[in-house]
T-cell receptor, first 115, second 113 residues
Framework: EAGVTQSPTHLIKTRGQQATLRCSPI?????VYWYQQALGLGLQFLLW???????NRGNFPPRFSGRQFPNYSSELNVNALELEDSALYLC??????????????FGAGTRLSVL | AQKVTQAQTEISVVEKEDVTLDCVYE???????LFWYKQPPSGELVFLIR??????QNEISGRYSWNFQKSTSSFNFTITASQVVDSAVYFC??????????FGAGTTVTVRA
């Protein structure tokens, strides 16, 4: 069974540009979570999508947005990139039942570098 | 708000030594879930264990063991007879009703041959 897959592996952008990161959850999983792992800031929750809806959002500005498609894959968009957006972006998925206790399975991440 | 504290930033041991990673959590929720994840150099977070707030039974899985104590709000992790492959960053995390994972800062474990 395939795990959570993320693309691209690496992404290099310049300040002010937009970045789009993609995530495919484990087959059968309906919830997708996004986390940012920036140097010195640790792992921070960004967004949670379930059944196509945004359910929860972390303490990030509106230029961080995303969506979830009917096949449960998800996209994270970061507009007006700033240097401090450079980080590893991790996607996780769960099955959607009893979410709080469910294990989140993670992908290998997309490393975004903003120059 | 939830908070997870991993006081140890880095631990370095020689192979076959035991390693204990400390995790202290804070939450006002009575129902919560605690997790440990491993992050090898490849970057992917690998799930190790989940424990709910009503189950204080300790658990052993091979060389890994976990000690959950509600009285001290701690969920410590021990690697017995460490191996070089155990070298990674280990994260403790907490989940409550809002479903997101709140992570500690992580502990980097280096096992030297």
């Amino acid at each position: 069974e395939a795990g959570v897959t993320q693309s691209p592996t690496h992404l290099i952008k310049t300040r002010g540009q937009q970045a789009t990161l993609r995530c495919s959850p484990i087959s059968g999983h309906t919830s997708v979570y996004w986390y940012q792992q920036a140097l010195g800031l640790g792992l921070q929750f960004l967004l949670w999508y379930d059944e196509g809806e945004e359910r929860n959002r972390g303490n990030f500005p509106p230029r961080f947005s995303g969506r979830q498609f009917p096949n449960y894959s998800s996209e994270l968009n970061v507009n007006a990139l700033e240097l401090e957006d450079s980080a590893l972006y991790l996607c996780a998925s769960t099955s959607g039942l009893a979410l709080a206790k469910n294990i989140q399975y993670f992908g290998a991440g997309t490393r975004l570098s903003v120059l | 708000a939830q908070k997870v504290t991993q006081a140890q930033t880095e631990i370095s041991v020689v192979e076959k030594e035991d390693v204990t990673l400390d995790c202290v959590y804070e939450t006002r929720d009575t129902t919560y879930y605690l997790f440990w994840y491993k992050q090898p150099p490849s970057g992917e977070l690998v799930f190790l264990i989940r424990r709910n707030s009503f189950d204080e039974q300790n658990e052993i899985s091979g060389r890994y063991s976990w000690n959950f104590q509600k009285s001290t709000s701690s969920f410590n992790f021990t690697i017995t007879a460490s191996q070089v492959v155990d070298s990674a960053v280990y994260f403790c995390a907490l989940s409550v009703r809002d479903y997101k994972l709140s992570f500690g800062a992580g502990t980097t474990v280096t096992v030297r041959a």
